[in-house]
């Protein structure tokens, strides 16, 4: 194995960390994109569970009570509650 000086594995190290911190601010960016419609009727924290608890339904294939649900929650028009479920 290669003597690696510290400015070397610096080198790596850095441009590693910068390269994560940027993929965990798309990631952000994008979790935000979803959920802006949701945004305008509720705070961050609670659209981010009703977010979770939306996808949970749509996987087990409650896509309906899912729309309900958001109706419900945050008083969305139904097309506009559709539209967002759908779009997760």
Known sequence: MP????????GFVVPG???CGLVLWMVGVIRTFKQRRVLRYT???RAE?????VRQLKV??????A???V?????????AARSWVKSL
């Open 3 to 10: 003597n690696l000086t510290l400015f070397e594995i610096v």
């Open 67 to 69: 729309v309900q649900l």
């Open 60 to 65: 087990r294939g409650y896509e309906e009570q």
């Open 49 to 53: 569970e009703l977010t979770g608890r």
């Open 43 to 45: 705070d961050r924290f």
């Open 71 to 79: 109706q419900v929650e945050l008083g969305m028009p139904a097309k």
């Open 17 to 19: 960390l910068l390269l």
